[in-house]
């Protein structure tokens, strides 16, 4: 085996190894690398199957994908720049809060020179929040837009300058209580404070309606975030349960696996049988609380909620199993120590479970999340070959890219959208990465 | 204390365990549970877990029908034998022939029992009548005569009907009163037109005596005083009576609704009294009004004379014809109706006929020994004879039909090169002549066709008849086109030759009528277990389709149907246990042959088992280099392969197809396999497993003299097996379950996989969702159940892709 570098039974060797990968190299060179590359070129040039020619046209593919069919009432700009003074103003404000609360500790005194700087973020803060409910001027105002610069200039000079304080610590470890505040802050301003909506949610709100990429990105996200956190969510309790000591384990893990070997067409269907609206078996559980038969399929509110539900459920066993093999790996004795330490359950799953999971968890958010991205045949099935029931409710990234490629032969365009959902996934697996090498506790 | 909260946390933690695996499992309890179900059990609500599909003992809705076109089921035929349904069309269903509809799920097997009921309470039989033209039937032929021309205006052209004898005037006259959409019975057309009736004789009255009566500006005083007068008389004294008939407008409308689509002989008297009475009082009025003229105008007014006979002749034409008219049909039709009712006194001899559903193999028989008596001629027979299965006997008509089809194609083919048009046209002209003969329902002209058809016509006799009967049916224009195309055909061969043809198709087009009728019956006519000496046979037409209608045919002997329109019709159906076993499995039977999905479950084995064979080989291939060799690039090309793990495959759709169409392989099993035979995480987690095979046994085998080849199959496969039985199950199961990529890259149903077959299928059914959960059945079953085999192999695989 370990010949010496670069002598002749070594290039021998190397020659051999060539020829047992020399399958693989075949298929993956013509599946996989060449498309890649042959894709992003395509996504430049203006090709309709049905003709011969195809010509170089640029940009204009992807230009395309975010034209608006016709001009909404929100600048993308102006609206960006809101959101960001939003996201680092809410920030700021939960540092405050936490810097107020530590202020009344005995022992955690915070230093007294951010005061000043919270106090003057406060001030533009509220400034703002009133101004904009005086004069809710959607389009643009050059007042606004100072305000809001202001806000991002001291705020994210606030984040970006690594202060040391007692309050930040305290903040710091306490990481998902600041997510939750920071997030109810956010939604709590850009619904409530600010209602007459200047931020990036209402912009691509509106610019969904005029753009049909936009509309699939949009329902693409909306579907994530509904569907990636319910499912990791519950596979995780589904997960701790099945690792309890219970009896009949193996049979009650084949139950929640089962969908996920099962074809999701047979699944769509049976699906789209449970959500029939007038004798579905949904809609007669429902009625069991007194809720009225809901119109699952046929309304447009429901359309990726419902699509959210059939993935969660199919896709459940799968994430729950590689949740048991993480739990299982985790070494016996932490458990038994922290029980002599007198550890309750919570505190077991706090201080043991959840650090020492860490690595699965943040494995199952990558695949999911990429696997949400990919949604496609659920929608085709429940909606017979339709994106949604009106309105292209369920237009998603790949629904768009099949649209146009399959139905409407539009290669170049196809392509292009294509890249960008390549992108996006490669950008939040990139994201993931760089946060779980640091977040993530790896057992050593 | 303790161990009791631990114990209560236990419960509680299998509560959760248990309700969850319940919420996974039970879209697939639906989905089996609605596999079973007959069609109309699909939609109810509340939803019901039970299914009739599983009982011995079913009984159904039966719907008594008044005129069929039947005799023959035209919903047996195939669109290419309905392009010549009129030469099936032979007779209609005689009078003596009751049909009952099945308004109920399709019976396809077992023993079925029919009961002519008296009526719903009772279980005695139905009474009838045999005929008899005594003096009652004589009285109410008189009063017909007598009323027929005072008929109201909508049924005095229909009503004209044939009284030769009792039944035969009975099933006309209740056909216009009874069946029809505006057959005047009916609560809700008697209700709705007497309401019109009595609603718009009072106002359109007043209408006109208020125009009449209009004072002019060239009147003088004095008659514009009197015209006043005149009209304020005559309002008084039609004032009451304009009230009874408002209140009338109102009553009758509590008839609206009732137990049955009829009225009851009861209401009918209540309506009868109150029209009359209305007409008693309107006679008054009228005299009053008479009297009110005579005593306020002069005879010497002509415009005065000329506007009170305006309002008297209004006054007849809006309230006292009209009364006149619905009172006289009304009675005629009590009077009908109690005679109908009297008139039966013969009972019929037991209520309940029992008979038996053939089976394929059955209906072989009859249909063999049926065919021994079948006018044609002996080649057809013959052929018929040996084409015949018992798996076949449904599809006997499209076998003849394929058979006269070619022999006569091959008889054109030998005068003209085009013989498919040819053979169409003759064709036409022939459907042509028998459509006519089915419209214009003149017994003399169509025997006169039936005679000259049958004595070998000469071609110009054909052509006279031909046009004949275009100008009766009122189509000259179509006729004469064929006539042209026919004489275009005189260019080729003479007239005797095209008369041949002619005469030829005409006959088979006949043989082909008689065949159906023999065929329709050997099907559907009940093997008889026991009845009533009344009964003659009883057919199950429509059995041949799995849509369209079903209905039963009980055939008296001598005894008119008609007389039977009064019972109460129920019955139900028996199973033997393998008939049940039948029922229940039906859907599943039903939507495999809905579609070719014998077809998709080969591609399907096929496509996944090369698929899997090869991704093995590949894999181990990869993997052995990767785990046990050492080469230039090693950990580049290993990084590379993992990093394709990251690629969505709908990413590249688009590019890959473009090579498919360019490689030529859209639609074959290369496209379905070719892109699928490697699998990164399969060499992954092969090469894991065999990085914990010991270098020593390498060296070892190297010694030894094997080969690397030869030690990679003998020695580190073998030893690997749970990874790759791991690797090949997670392929055969992605590749079994593959969706969009076949779905791009097949066109037509010879490539087709379960899963594209499967939502190809659900296009087309709809929301017949006992067929779309049978085929969802078992197009995963074979998954599912390789899945609780080896499922300790799965949970390995997933396992593992989630501990780096």
């Known amino acids: 085996m370990a010949n010496k570098k670069y002598s002749k039974k070594y290039w021998r060797e190397t020659f051999q190894a060539y020829l047992f990968l020399l399958p693989s190299f075949i298929v993956l060179g013509i599946f996989i690398f060449w498309p890649i590359g ?84 406060l001030f533009l803060w509220i400034t703002m929040i009133i101004s904009k409910n005086i004069w809710p001027e959607e389009v643009f105002s050059w007042y606004h837009f100072i305000i809001a610069l202001a806000l991002i200039a001291i705020s994210g000079g606030l984040i970006f300058k690594k202060n040391k304080d007692e309050h930040l610590n305290i903040m710091r470890s306490r990481s998902w209580t600041t997510l939750i505040l920071v997030i109810l802050f956010f939604v709590f301003t850009f619904t409530i404070l600010v209602p007459s909506g200047d931020d990036l949610v209402t912009y691509f709100t509106l610019a969904k309606e005029s753009s049909d990429f936009i509309k699939a990105t949009y329902n693409t996200i909306y579907y994530v975030l509904l569907a990636v956190p319910s499912q990791i969510a519950i596979a995780l309790v589904v997960a701790l349960l099945l690792n309890k000591k219970i009896k009949l384990r193996s049979l009650f893990r084949t139950a929640y696996f089962i969908p996920f070997v099962t074809s999701v067409v047979a699944l769509s269907l049976v699906w789209q049988w449970m959500f029939n609206d007038q004798f579905g078996l949904i809609n007669y559980f429902l009625s069991w609380f007194g809720i009225d038969k809901i119109a699952w399929l046929k309304e447009e509110q429901w359309t990726i909620p419902t699509i959210a539900i059939v993935s969660v459920w199919q896709h459940l066993g799968y994430t729950a199993v590689i949740f048991l093999a993480g739990l299982q790996s985790i070494d016996r004795s932490y458990y038994e120590a922290a029980r002599v330490d007198g550890a309750n359950n919570w505190q077991q799953f706090k201080y043991i479970t959840w650090p020492l999971l860490s690595p699965t968890t943040f494995f199952v958010l990558i695949i999911t999340m990429i696997g949400s991205f990919k949604v496609f045949s659920q929608i085709f099935i429940l909606y017979q070959g339709f994106p949604g029931p009106v309105n292209q409710s369920g237009l998603t990234l790949v629904y768009y890219v099949f649209e146009k490629f399959y139905n409407e032969q539009r290669m170049g365009v196809a392509s292009a959208g294509a890249y960008i959902l390549f992108l996006i996934i490669l950008g939040l697996t990139f994201i993931q990465f760089r946060i779980g090498r640091k977040r993530i506790h790896y057992e050593s | 204390m303790k161990n009791s909260t631990k114990s209560l946390s236990q419960i509680f933690i299998y509560l959760l365990i248990i309700a969850g695996a319940f919420v996974m499992l039970i879209p697939f309890a639906w989905m089996v549970d609605t596999s079973f ?499 003659e046979a009883v057919y199950y037409r429509g059995r041949n389709n799995i849509a369209g209608t079903k209905s039963f045919e009980i055939k008296f002997k001598d005894i008119a149907a008609v007389w039977f329109r009064d019972s109460f019709v129920k019955g139900f159906a028996e199973f033997t246990f393998l008939e049940t076993m039948a029922n229940l499995w039906q859907n599943y039977v039903s939507a495999w042959n809905a579609a070719p999905f014998g077809r998709y479950y080969a591609n399907t084995v096929f496509v996944a088992v090369v698929t899997t064979i090869l991704e093995i080989i590949f894999a181990s291939m990869a993997a052995f280099a990767f785990a046990k060799m050492d080469f230039f690039g090693k950990n580049f090309i290993f990084t590379l392969f993992l990093a394709t793990m990251m690629v969505p495959g709908e990413v590249l759709l688009v590019p890959n197809f473009i090579t498919l169409t360019v490689f030529g392989w859209i639609d074959t099993y290369y496209a379905l396999i070719v892109p699928w035979v490697i699998s990164v995480f399969a060499i992954f987690l092969i090469r894991q497993h065999f990085m914990t095979i010991p270098n020593e046994l390498y060296d070892a085998a190297k010694i030894d003299g094997l080969s690397k080849w030869k030690f990679l199959w003998r020695i580190m496969v073998p030893l690997s097996k749970p990874a790759i039985i791991t690797g090949a199950l997670l392929k055969f199961v992605g590749s079994w379950n593959a969706f969009l990529w076949v779905l791009i890259v097949t066109k037509s149903p010879e490539y087709r996989t379960l899963p594209v077959g499967l939502q190809n299928f659900s296009s087309a059914t709809g929301t017949e969702y006992n067929f779309l959960m049978a085929a969802a059945t078992f197009s995963i079953i074979p998954v599912v159940i390789l899945f609780l085999v080896t499922q300790k192999y799965f949970i390995a695989g997933i396992s593992r892709s989630g501990l780096k």
């Open chain 1, 38 to 121: 042959f894709s992003l070129v395509l996504s430049f040039f203006k090709w309709d199957y049905t003709s011969v020619d195809r010509y170089f046209n640029g940009l204009e593919n992807y230009k395309e994908l975010f034209r608006l069919s016709y001009p909404i009432s929100l600048n993308f700009i102006y609206a960006t720049v809101n959101t960001i003074a939003y996201i680092l103003g809410t920030i700021i404000l939960v540092r405050f809060l936490y810097y107020i609360a530590s202020s009344f500790t005995k022992y955690y005194k915070p230093s007294r020179k951010f005061l000043l700087p919270y106090l003057i973020t």
């Open chain 2, 37 to 535: 179900k007959a069609s109309s059990e699909v939609s109810t609500w509340p939803p019901k877990w039970t299914t009739k599909n599983a009982k011995s003992k079913i009984d159904f809705q039966l719907q008594i029908q008044y005129r069929t076109s039947g005799g023959l089921d035209l919903s047996t035929l195939s669109l290419d034998q309905f392009k010549n349904f009129a030469s099936l069309i032979g007779e209609t269903t005689g009078a003596n022939t009751l049909v009952l509809k099945l308004n109920d799920d399709t019976i396809r097997r077992g023993t079925i029992t029919i009961g002519i009921l008296q009526d719903s309470d009772s279980a005695s039989p139905d009474d009838y009548s045999l005929d008899p033209k005594t003096n009652e039937y004589q009285a109410i032929i008189d009063k017909y005569q007598e009323y027929k021309t005072t008929f109201p205006e909508t049924y005095k052209e229909s009503l004209d009907v044939e009284t030769g004898s009792p039944s035969v005037f009975l099933e006309n006259f209740f056909d216009i009163s009874e069946y029809r959409s505006d057959a005047f019975a009916r609560r809700i057309v008697l209700s709705s037109s007497l309401e019109t009736l009595f609603f718009k004789s009072g106002s359109s009255f007043k209408n006109i005596v208020e125009n009449s009566l209009r004072p002019f500006p060239i009147d003088d005083d004095e008659t514009k005083q009197i015209k006043e007068n005149l009209k304020n008389e005559i309002n008084d004294i039609v004032a009451p009576l304009l009230n009874i008939l408002s209140q009338n407008a109102t009553d009758i409308r509590t008839y609206r609704r009732g137990s049955d689509v009829l009225i009851e002989l009861t209401e009918l008297d209540k309506i009868i009294h109150m029209v009359e009475s209305t007409l008693e009082e309107a006679k008054d009025k009228k005299e009053d009004i008479h009297k009110a003229f005579d005593d306020i105008v002069s005879s010497d007014n002509r415009q005065l004379m000329i506007a009170s006979k305006n309002i008297s002749n209004a006054f007849d034409n809006n309230i006292i014809t009209p009364l006149q008219e619905w009172s006289n049909l009304l009675n005629l039709y009590y009077f009908v109706k109690d005679y109908y009712k009297d008139i039966q006194t013969e009972v019929l001899s037991s209520a309940f006929v029992k008979g038996k559903i053939r089976t394929d193999k059955e209906v072989y028989q009859v249909l063999l020994d049926k065919l021994e008596k079948w006018e044609s001629s002996e080649p057809v027979k013959q052929y018929i004879r040996n084409n015949l299965k018992p798996g076949n006997v449904r599809k006997a008509q499209n076998i003849l039909l394929t058979y006269l089809n070619g022999e006569f194609n091959s008889e054109i083919e030998e005068y003209f090169s085009d013989s498919k048009e040819t053979s169409e046209l003759i064709s036409d002209t022939i459907n042509l002549l028998k459509s006519t003969a089915l419209i214009i329902e003149d017994s003399e002209f169509n025997n006169k066709i039936r005679d000259t058809m049958s004595n070998n016509p000469k071609y110009d006799e054909f052509t006279k008849l031909f046009q004949e009967a275009g100008n009766r049916s009122g189509q000259s224009v179509v006729f004469s086109a064929n006539i042209n195309k026919l004489d275009n055909l005189l260019n080729v061969i003479n007239e005797n030759t095209l008369m041949n043809f002619i005469s030829m198709r005409w006959k088979q087009t006949s043989w082909i009528g008689t065949f159906a009728k023999i065929h329709s019956d050997a099907l559907s006519e009940l093997e008889i277990i026991e009845k009533p000496e009344e009964i």
